[in-house]
Structures are given as structure tokens and as C-alpha cells.
């Protein structure tokens, strides 16, 4: 069976809607052991021939047939495999991949063999002996002469060995003894049972073959054979195991070429790291002065404690409808984590009188769990018939020797309703137990409660206490209060209202979470700039590695093979930049928490295992998204137009 069969095959360009023939109806067979000439004179269509044997161009008439198969009728896939494995290319101008060395260059093709890596290390050296190149295994392109350039391009075409050589010009760029050597070894290969197929301008090249097909005007117009083809050896053939390039091969290419391209890479990475950092230091930043300030007011009350009001309507003039009922009680006792429900009472400036002085005290509250037992500085909390009192008041009553007042007693004046709803005062005769420095002072609710009985005043609780069993569950329990609901004013409205330090540090924690996110938003523009930074960098490697693409393409690289290669360019850029932005947001953490530890004791920057994650994760995202549109147009190069793209 011929190897090579061409059937009435004719190719026309477009241009401005006029066609343009080239080729013109080509006939020729071309078998095994066969070095043939195609000569001819520029523009005559020799390349665009060589494109259409060599399955780079499928937009044809007519058909050509390997061993049988049709070309034309192949898929993209097909061709694929046939450019990989059946057809290997030499280029007049190497088309070599100037970021990798040769004995890389040579390894390529092998990525898509079953061999494995030691199998393909191997194979590659020993083609490079075969060519006389073994001393320049770790050389660049940019190293070599021309016509060690071509010998790497033909080492690289015969990696999978290939049953089709195809070499375009390959003397065109080298001089006399340069151009022996190539013939020579173009021989050799068509000696070992080969179809070679060259194409060339000079008559003396030409001579060279055992076979001369004459192109003129886009047809055949002779076809001279100089010399018999040499014998095909009597190998049993086996079909070989048709593999691609895997992710990780082009994750290796992608990392070559930014290892090879490291200096404007590293700026990249710098420019995308700067927005990554912004994002991940304002979440610190937000975090850690969230917590300091926290951490400040939560040093004058015990956090775990609520104090909860009814919510009334502003023109509601009963005074009992701020009272806080058992139904109430009962209701926050069943809430998930509350640990322990206090009735509590407070009322504003009553009078305690100390040897004839009389002190209006402008906090007071019933001793419950939002005080701080940590913060007496003498005494005990207080018992029954007994009142803690605030540092401040305790000095109104005695300012020289306020300690003293520990163990003395006073009397109070609590000012409330009877039942008639008429203003009433509660007398009280109180032993001071002890001084506090924070919250309030403060006696017990059963105190309190007793002193009104006895007043002819029914007391009732106008807040509760709601002890939570866990810091971390605060904000659980909050939620659920405020979840429940009432009518005022005609309105569904929530039916308590968080009161205290408690509702000061949620809602600062609230304003606080604004703002950051704010700023963490303004920060994420940078995010933005990255991405397009890195959209045009990659379109701009997209053309620079036009041709790269075209030979990657033409030694049998899917369309997909393109997109992820330069996908996984992205993804490094992504991954190299949200590093780097972590270690500078760390470092900058240090810095930052440094003098604010010298300056006031405190960390103002928390940053959290999960905020480096994040900014790593959406650095790579960012990347990613950047490297769609390029990596599709990469993708949808034509190899032919690639190949010949300057």
C-alpha cells in the first residue's frame, strides 16, 4: 500500500472576495525509503502543499490518503494524532522554543509518547548524538549556530518516529557545508525505511534526492526520479499508543517560560501582589482593632452578659409598660446557651446621704451579671441591706478617705411609683460592702424589692440580665432577642431592645465591620487593575509566542494543550502573587503590631490563617478569570498562520 497518496488536491486563498488559486489539482504518490525534491520557484505553492500533507491546512479540495486513511475527512483530533505521530516538521527557519534547551526542545514531542520520562530523557540524547549535538544538551537556541539549530529541528522531528519527514527549506538559512551535513542526514533518515519530503528552490538540493517533483503555476509539471528509493527494512510494525500532552507537561512548559521570561515576571507579580496585600492588611486591620476596642470596653463589663429592655413607643406615657414580665423571663430562659435570667432594676439619680452630706449618684442599677466582680478594689460585692458604690460616688461621700467608707452605712432614696401610680420614695439603710471601679453602684434586686414592699410599692424588674454560657455564643443569643417581634405604632417592630455596654459594642462592631469592608473594598479595586494588568501581559505573550503556539501545534498540541498551558501561566502568576502579598501583609503585621505594642500595649493588626488563605485563593481566582479570553485566543491560532508569523 503507498504511504502517501494525493488525489486532484487544490487549494485557492481569499482575498477581498476574489479567489486565488495555488494549488491546481496536485496527483502524486510518494511512498516509504523515498527522498523526494519538491522544487520549484517562489510562490508555485510548495509550502502551501507541505501545510496540506503535513496537516496543517485541511481546507482543501480533493483528498490525500496515509496508508489508506483519509486526511480530509480526519477530525481535529485525527490530525492531531497525525502530526504527532505519523509526520514530523523541519522548518527553514528551526522554530525552535527559545525558552527551553535543545535536549527540551527534542523532549516536547515525546510528551506525547508512551514512553516514560528516563524512556524520553534517553530517546532524546540519543537523537541529539545522532545529529552530533550530544555536547549541547543544556544549551538554548540562542547558543547554537544555524545549522545546529536545524539539527535539533531534525532530531525533534524524528522523536516519535515519525513514518513522514517534512522539512521546508532546510537548507535555506545555512552555507555550503552546513547544508551537506543536513542532506546528509535527511539521507540517513529515508535510508532507514522513511518518506522524506523537502522542499527547495535550488536545483543543487534538489539532486540530492532520489526524486524530483517539478511545481509550476500551482501543478505538476514533471516528475523525475533520479535514483531508485532505497529499501524499506522488514520490521514488524507496531501501532503505537497514542498519547497528548498532559497538564502537567504544559504547567512545565508555562513554568519555563517564566523562568526564562523571570524579570518582567517578577514585576507582574509585584503589581498583582500590591492589591492582594491591601485586601488581606485592611481584614487584619479590621479584625485586630475590632478586638482591641473589644477588648477595652469588655474590661469594663462581663461579656457574656445581655441586659434587655422592652422596646415602647415613644408617645406610650403608662409607666408600667417598660416592665419586664415573667412571661418574659421564662421566654429568654429558653433560648439556646443562656445560662442564667436576672431580674434587674434601674433608675436614674437617686440620693445617698453620708453624715449630713447628700450625693445624687447618676448611674444605678441593681448588682447583676454586667458587673465585674474583678474590678472591687476593697470589700465584697454587696449581700442583702447592702450597696457596692462606684469609685467616683464613694469619693462624693468621703474624698479624702473614700476606702474608709467600706463597712459604714448610708441611707438611699430611691424614688418610684405606688400603686396608685404616684411618685414614691423607697428609704433604704445600707451597709457599704465594698468599692468597684467600674459599672455602677449598685445593691441587690431583693434588697431592693423588700425596701418597696415595705414601701407600699409593687417593684417590677424594667430589664433582665441574660447570662450566655459562652463568649462565642453572645452574638447567637442577640440575635434571637432581637428576633422577636411586636406591633407598636401600628408597625411590626422588634419587641426588646439590647441596652448597656452590650448594645454599644455590637453595634460599633457593626459600624467597625462597615467601614473595613469599605475599605477592604476600596483596596479590591487594585484587585481589578491586577487582573487587567495580567489580561494584557497575557495577550502580549499570546503574540510573542505566536509562533511557539505554531510549532507546539504542529508537532500534534491540541487547541487544548494551548489553553492550558497558558492557563497555568496564569494560575502561577496568581498563586507566586498571593504568597508574596501574604509574606509582606506578615511582615507588615509585625511592623505594625511592634510600635503599637511600644506605643499602647495593644495589637491593632490580626490576621488570620483564613484572611491568608483567602487572599491567596482569590489571587489565584483573579488570575484564572484574567487568563479565559487570551488562553481562548491562544487556543484558535491557526499553525499554519503561527508558523509563519513574524
Known amino acids: 500500500m503507498t504511504l502517501l497518496e494525493l488525489k486532484n488536491v487544490k ?29 520549484g520557484e517562489s510562490g508555485g505553492g510548495k509550502t502551501t502543499l507541505l501545510n496540506t500533507i503535513g496537516g496543517l491546512d485541511s481546507q482543501f479540495q480533493g483528498d ?13 483530533k485525527a490530525l492531531d494524532n497525525y502530526r504527532s505521530h505519523t509526520v514530523g516538521f523541519v522548518f527553514q527557519s528551526f522554530h525552535l522554543i527559545s525558552h527551553l534547551t ?24 540519543s537523537l541529539l548524538a545522532k545529529v552530533g549535538l550530544s555536547e549541547h544538551l543544556d544549551k538554548h537556541p540562542n547558543q547554537l549556530s544555524g545549522g545546529q539549530k536545524q539539527r535539533v529541528a531534525i532530531a525533534r522531528a524524528l522523536a516519535n518516529d515519525p513514518e513522514i519527514i517534512i522539512a521546508d527549506e532546510p537548507t535555506g538559512a545555512l552555507d555550503s557545508e552546513n547544508t551537506e551535513e543536513v542532506l546528509k542526514i535527511l539521507d540517513e533518515i529515508a535510508k532507514e525505511g522513511k518518506l522524506v519530503i523537502a522542499v527547495t ?15 509550476q503555476d500551482g501543478k505538476v509539471d514533471s516528475d523525475k526520479k533520479l535514483r531508485d528509493s532505497y529499501s524499506v527494512p522488514n520490521e514488524t510494525s507496531t501501532e503505537k499508543k497514542i498519547t497528548h500532552l498532559s497538564f502537567g507537561d504544559t504547567f512545565r512548559l508555562a513554568w519555563e517560560h517564566m523562568r526564562y521570561t523571570k524579570g518582567r515576571n ?7 501582589a500590591i492589591g492582594i496585600f491591601s485586601v488581606i492588611f485592611m481584614l487584619g486591620l479590621g479584625s485586630g482593632i475590632t478586638s482591641y476596642i473589644n477588648g477595652e470596653m469588655t474590661k469594663q463589663v462581663n461579656p457574656n452578659a445581655i441586659q434587655v429592655t422592652k422596646n415602647v413607643s415613644r408617645d406610650n ?29 434601674f433608675t436614674q439619680s437617686p440620693k445617698v446621704n453620708y453624715n449630713s452630706k447628700n450625693v445624687s449618684v447618676p448611674i444605678f442599677q441593681t448588682w447583676n451579671a454586667t458587673e465585674k466582680p474583678d474590678d472591687i478594689t476593697k470589700g465584697t460585692k454587696p449581700g442583702n441591706n447592702q450597696i457596692i458604690l462606684l469609685k467616683s460616688d464613694a469619693q462624693k461621700l468621703d474624698k479624702k478617705n473614700y476606702k474608709n467608707m467600706v463597712g459604714k452605712t448610708v441611707k438611699m432614696y430611691v424614688t418610684s411609683l405606688d400603686k396608685n401610680n404616684q411618685p414614691t420614695q423607697i428609704a433604704m439603710n445600707l451597709k457599704v460592702s465594698g468599692i468597684i471601679k467600674s459599672g455602677s453602684s449598685a445593691i441587690t434586686y431583693n434588697t431592693l424589692e423588700s425596701a418597696a414592699k415595705d414601701a407600699n410599692v409593687a417593684l417590677k424588674p424594667n430589664f433582665a440580665t441574660i447570662t450566655v454560657n459562652e463568649t462565642l455564643n453572645v452574638k447567637a443569643v442577640q440575635e434571637k432577642v432581637k428576633s422577636y417581634k411586636t406591633t407598636i405604632d401600628k408597625k411590626k417592630q422588634n419587641r426588646y431592645v439590647i441596652t448597656g455596654v452590650g448594645a454599644i459594642i455590637d453595634s460599633l462592631n457593626t459600624y467597625l465591620r462597615l467601614a473595613f469592608d469599605v475599605l477592604a473594598a476600596i483596596a479590591g479595586i487594585s484587585l481589578l487593575v491586577s487582573a487587567i494588568m495580567i489580561i494584557v501581559v497575557l495577550y502580549i505573550s499570546v503574540s510573542e509566542r505566536t509562533q511557539e503556539i505554531g510549532i507546539l501545534r504542529a508537532i500534534g498540541a491540541r487547541k487544548k494543550d494551548i489553553r492550558n498551558m497558558f492557563i497555568s501561566e496564569s494560575f502561577l502568576i496568581g498563586l507566586l502573587s498571593g504568597v508574596f502579598a501574604s509574606i509582606i501583609a506578615w511582615l507588615v503585621q509585625m511592623g505594625t503590631n511592634s510600635i503599637a505594642q511600644s506605643a499602647f500595649k495593644a495589637t491593632i493588626v490580626s490576621i488570620s490563617p483564613g484572611n491568608f488563605i483567602f487572599g491567596i485563593v482569590i489571587s489565584i481566582v483573579i488570575s484564572l478569570l484574567a487568563a479565559l479570553a487570551p488562553s481562548r485566543r491562544a487556543a484558535k491560532l491557526d499553525p499554519r498562520d503561527s508558523l509563519t508569523d513574524e
Open 317 to 345: 406615657t403608662d409607666p408600667n409598660s417598660i416592665n419586664v414580665s415573667s412571661s418574659d423571663i421564662n421566654r429568654f430562659k429558653k433560648i439556646k446557651n443562656v445560662k442564667k435570667v436576672e431580674k434587674a432594676y
Open 102 to 125: 535543545i535536549l527540551e526542545n527534542v523532549m516536547v514531542p515525546l510528551e506525547m509518547s508512551s514512553l516514560n520520562k528516563s524512556q524520553r530523557t534517553d530517546r532524546a540524547k
Open 201 to 215: 528552490h535550488s536545483q543543487i538540493v534538489a539532486d540530492y534526492g532520489t526524486r524530483i517533483v517539478h511545481l
Open 64 to 76: 490525500i490518503f496515509v496508508n489508506g486513511q483519509s486526511l480530509k475527512k480526519g477530525s481535529d
Open 266 to 272: 517578577i514585576l507582574i507579580i509585584i503589581g498583582a
Open 11 to 39: 487549494k485557492s486563498f481569499m482575498l477581498n472576495k476574489q479567489e486565488f488559486p495555488v494549488l491546481k489539482g496536485i496527483d502524486l504518490k510518494l511512498d516509504r525509503g523515498e527522498f523526494v525534491s519538491i522544487l
